[in-house]
């Protein structure tokens, strides 16, 4: 796989929980990466987790030491927007917070090159809003992966209206090429998993904050009465509250619908800057 693929360039933009991960399927399938962030400290935290996974998986003789040494080659931390110019994939992870992917998708038009394809990992933002700030709209779609990246095979691909057939199903093919099992959606609010579940984690948010049960015997409740492999405050946690609390404002904004107002208690939690797994703390703790 690597001989094949790494002559395909894939910049991620945001290094966080998402990006990173994305980084490392497509590192792993052979593809050149580029990844940028504005904040140093996690673009250098996840140079170090990428080659480190690297390290563990010719430990583990999954590659061996040639392939280590071009995998190694493949990631190319970046300081500058202007070095995606190359790219012929840019796939854009940074917070969700619509003024600011805006603002980056803008900027980037300066730098991407008339045949790459720009795709949003967005939870919940319209892929139309935001392709009305492309340089290339056709050119523009959703690419929306889960979390942990490495162990999720779902991808939901949303183009838009005038997603250009052919830039689907590129993407499409590239999705199947790391691994990972496609579905193609609308442009709607959530798209099919987080319009989904979102509303259940805000209903668990809110039955702790009215002290129906604690957040242990809620979560408890969903994992043994009704099989869910993890409960949902937990699995908001793992999603990031500040990201929730986006998902589930862009959902009542979009629906009216009262029950799908994001819970005080979960604003509270964010503004308090407890974000989950990501900060050390949410609805539980997490030695960092
Ligand atoms: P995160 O908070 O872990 O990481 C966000 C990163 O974006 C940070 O490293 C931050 O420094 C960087 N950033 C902020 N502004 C930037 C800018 N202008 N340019 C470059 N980098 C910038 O968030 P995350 O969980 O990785 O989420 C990223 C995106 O993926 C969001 O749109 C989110 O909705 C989406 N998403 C998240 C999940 C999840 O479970 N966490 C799942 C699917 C999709």
Redesign the pocket.
């Known amino acids: 796989m690597p001989e094949v693929t790494s002559h395909i360039t894939v910049g991620i ?9 994305i980084a490392e399927v497509f590192l792993l399938h052979g593809y050149n990466i580029f990844i ?4 140093n400290q ?2 250098n935290n ?1 140079d170090h987790a990428l080659r480190g996974r690297l390290n563990r998986s010719h430990e583990k003789g999954i590659i061996d030491t040639n392939q280590k040494a071009c995998l190694l080659n493949n990631i190319t931390p970046c300081s500058n927007l202007a070095q995606f110019a190359s790219c012929n994939l840019i796939i ?6 619509f003024d ?2 805006i ?2 998708l803008k ?1 980037l038009g300066a730098y991407q090159n008339d045949s790459c394809i720009l795709a ?6 319209s892929i139309t809003s935001l392709a009305k700030h492309t340089k290339n709209p056709e050119h523009f779609l959703g690419i ?4 942990p990246v490495h162990r999720m095979p779902l991808v939901e691909i949303i183009p838009h209206k005038a997603t250009h057939p052919n830039v689907t199903t590129t993407l499409t093919q590239l999705i199947t090429s790391i691994g990972k099992t496609p579905i193609t959606c609308q442009d709607s609010p959530g798209f099919i998993v ?1 319009r989904l579940i979102l509303p259940l984690i805000n209903q668990a948010i809110q039955l702790l904050e009215s002290g129906v049960a604690t957040a242990d015997a809620i979560d408890m409740a969903m994992t043994l009465g009704a099989n869910f492999p993890m409960g949902p405050l937990a699995l908001a946690d ?3 509250l ?2 929730c609390l ?2 589930l404002t862009t959902l009542s904004k979009s629906s009216h619908d009262p029950s799908l107002e994001p819970s005080f208690l979960l604003k509270s939690y964010v503004a308090h800057g407890k ?1 989950g797994r ?1 900060s050390g703390e949410g609805f539980f703790c997490y030695s960092k």
Do not use: P, R
Request: glycine fraction near 10%; aromatic fraction near 10%.
């Open positions: 933009i945001g290094s966080g929980q998402m990006g990173q991960g940028y962030d504005t904040n996690n673009l996840a854009e992870a940074i917070i969700e917070d600011t992917k603002s980056l900027k949003t990992n967005t939870s919940s933002f929306h992966f889960f979390n987080n793992f999603i990031g500040d990201t986006s998902i974000l990501k």
